[in-house]
């Protein structure tokens, strides 16, 4: 219907522009009180473009008009502000009719005209209306960005609805015409950070300039609104998140500088000093503070540079009621704010850092707010960053700031020393890492038990650590145990000069729970631990060895002994984590979210879990070294504690000998080096009892003379087993194991690999030192023919080969010698000038000297071996093995003699 009224009202347009409508149409069009007709039809939200069409057609070229129907729509908006969206919509439809026919009246100016008095009925509509139309109106931009005296103040501060101030921000940030800019503080949480690295036009830079310079102007009249009696604690909330929002670049936070002590007016007393718990107009600024003060020395050195500001900052009521949601929410945003402000000005100020460490506010938050690492990260996080720059040495410093800095450290150790570690343990290692920095500290913490609290804490984390989903606690237990292992090695390098170091070893010997300490330790050596991890735990527990044998070892063997047998009795059935060795890895994950189902020890090797020989693969033995060997050298370190307590027994001796085991196929000679020490020193004989009743060093001989005979190439595990086989021999060399070793001796003879003797010395030498041992004790075997004659051959070819390596070794001699005397000769003799020096001769060779060099070392010796000593090694064996034949040979019938050989 609309539409046909519209055509109707078109048609009756005369030449001079004008209606030509009958007064009885015109009334009904535009007749009565408030234009009754335009008010119901608008109201009823029906066709409202058509009715915008058909205002336009009334109002063409009938000025008078305009006014009184603008006038009808704000007194509707005003009346009933509820149901005004209608009427807002059609002023939105007035205003942006742009290149229209003429006679147009201009709508957009004679709305703006009446805005602001609609306002003071219906604030939150108006200012959403403004906020939709300056982005996209330049008139209606320009006339609010000029009018903010009318507004900002107004709206954004003074308001009582906290809705009106949030639409009246939203207003500030339209202003500036940058879509990106507009757009992220509408999501952005209010804007309480600040929008960094947003390209914006200089059209677009100088109306946020003209805002943020007319916001911080406004900071001298915000004060009359933090009586929280009258305003409460939220009027300043969005005046200061624009503000922070503003904050784009240097330039912004240097024209801050000059409205710096307006900021400090208003924080001080007004904002800081109220015990309000939840102040949000406190914590707005403060976060305002920080962002102008992030990269910007000038307004940090506007704080230090004070002696009011400096001297008061720190007083700032704080509660820390953590049972209390809002509280935690509220400091959780504002702490990290506060607390970093006060880093800034310690970093640019080391006489403020100094005062600052003094307070009593800052020993407080230590208390109160670092225990709880869950709640308060960030502000944990800025407050150990504090307490570093407390204790940071700085170069001149003097006798006074350095008693200053010690007392600090120890007030503070005090502190978090008597926090429950076992719930505290976060706050704890991180404080200690930062407070604990050379000897005198560490033994201030031993004296105050803080080897104790320390295991204490070792024990929430070794819970955490076997949790599925607690993978993110691998480094924290990494610096718990870095820090241990500090503390245990002062402790032990400073027992004798020390009082502190003497207390602490007798509390640690004292303590009921090192039982528990030292098997959650043992626990973590598994392949499921980072290196690092398993690397600290063994060096924390050959600490605590070498620091209290006596009640370690009586601990920790039976453990050990234990978990190995059961070991070798499943024949290395065992479920390995991803850190364990394994050809061709190239690294080990960063993190893994994998756990054994149990805290697990799991340091033991099995010939079937190996990939590949010794020799074959260089990096996959080395990988097994990495890992295998620190073991070995904990295990070594509980013998010889152990040996020095005179504490040895049957379990320890049966547990070396299971790890001797373990590392004959990785050729690890720390426990042959032991026994053989021990069978060499005075306790030869009660030692020597205690191998021969253990099963498992049987094994240990089997193991080596029947699998891994190249391990009797190390001379000491030579020298150890011409020592033990006699002692066990009976036990191992069974016939059949007589007859199996004896039989290389026969491959030796048949296989005629005399002639080639450095390609196979190791392999010879190891299978007659294997035949050597065999008949050490059974001295009636049968040898088989031929090794005797074998033997002479194979001497012979050593012989030989010694000869021709000390010839090449002579000529090597003899060359370098004539180089060095044929050098002077060629100086004088040679054609050379000052400038020019002299021609290099070519020496030619002496084809004798060349043959014997080219003969001295064969192509096929690998590199890097010394082939002296390794025929050496061979020759000495060769003799041995004769000799021993020689003896058992018997002077009657050829018969009888290969019977005694």
Known sequence: ??????????????????????????????????????????????????????????????????PHIVNMLFSAITKQPEVSAPFFKLLSMLVEFVGGPPGMPAFTSLVLQRIWEAAEYCPLQCLEWLTLQVPRNKVAHSWVLQSMDAWVEKYLIAHAL??????????????????????????????????????????????????????????????????????????????????????????????????????????????????????????????FWYQVSVDCVENIKLIVQNPHVTKNIAFNYILADHDDQDVVVFNRCMLPAYYGLLRLCCQQSRPFARQLAQHQNIQWAFKNITPYTTLYTAAIGELLKLMELFVCPSPGVTEQEQREVTLFKRTTLSLYLGLDPRVCWATLVAALRVLVQGPHDRLFVLANSGLPVLFQALHTLHVMYHEATACHVTGDLADLLSLALDLLRTCSAMQQVAQESRTAAAMLRTWPELGDTLRRLLTLLNTYVPPQVRLLCLDVLRELVMLQPRETVTSIVPLLASCHSTFLESSGLMTTGPYFPRRGQKGYPIKSAVRPQRPILQMFLHLSQLEASKGVD???????????????????????????????????????AMVSIEGIPLHIDLIPKLWLEVLEGDNAKEFGEFLRNSSYVTNCVSAVLLEERGYLNNPMVFRLFSLLVPKVGKQVLKESVTNLILSRAVSLVMSDTSGDVLKHARRITADLRATLLVLLVQKNSAICPGLAEYLDTLEAHCKESLHLNKEGENSAESTAKSAEEAKPNGEETGDSTPGNPPPKKPRSMDPEEGEGRATAKPATQPAGVSDSETVRVMLETVRELRTVLARQEQPSSSSSSAEAS
């Open 1 to 66: 219907m609309l539409a046909l009224v519209l055509l109707l009202v078109e048609k009756s347009r005369g030449q001079d522009h004008r209606l030509q409508l009958s007064q009885t149409d015109y009334n009904a069009l535009t007749g009565g009180k408030g234009f009754p007709f335009l008010f119901q039809q608008v109201r009823d939200n029906i066709c409202l473009r058509q009715t915008c069409n058909l205002i336009f057609s009334l109002c063409r070229w009938n000025d008078h008009l305009a």
């Open 618 to 656: 260089a990096e996959y033995d080395q990988a097994l070294l990495d890992f295998f060997l620190p073991y070995h050298r904990f295990v070594e370190t509980v013998f010889r504690a152990a040996i020095g307590q005179n504490i040895v027994t049957q379990d320890l001796v049966n547990l070396s």
């Open 162 to 287: 906290q809705r009106v101030r949030n639409v009246a921000a939203l207003l500030l940030v339209s202003l500036v015409p940058n879509s990106h800019f507009r757009q992220a503080f509408r999501s952005g949480r209010n804007g309480l950070a600040p929008q960094k690295d947003v390209p914006m036009a200089p059209e677009a830079v100088m109306a946020m300039h003209q805002i943020y310079e007319f916001l911080l102007r406004l900071l001298k009249k915000a004060k009359l609104y933090i009586d929280p009696a009258v305003h409460g604690t939220a009027k300043l909330m969005y005046y200061f998140a624009v503000l922070t929002y503003c904050l784009v670049g240097k330039q912004e936070k240097l024209m801050f500088s000059p409205y710096f002590l307006d900021l400090w007016n208003l924080f001080q007393p007004g904002l800081s000093e109220p015990a309000i718990p939840v102040h949000h107009n406190k914590q707005t600024l403060l976060l």
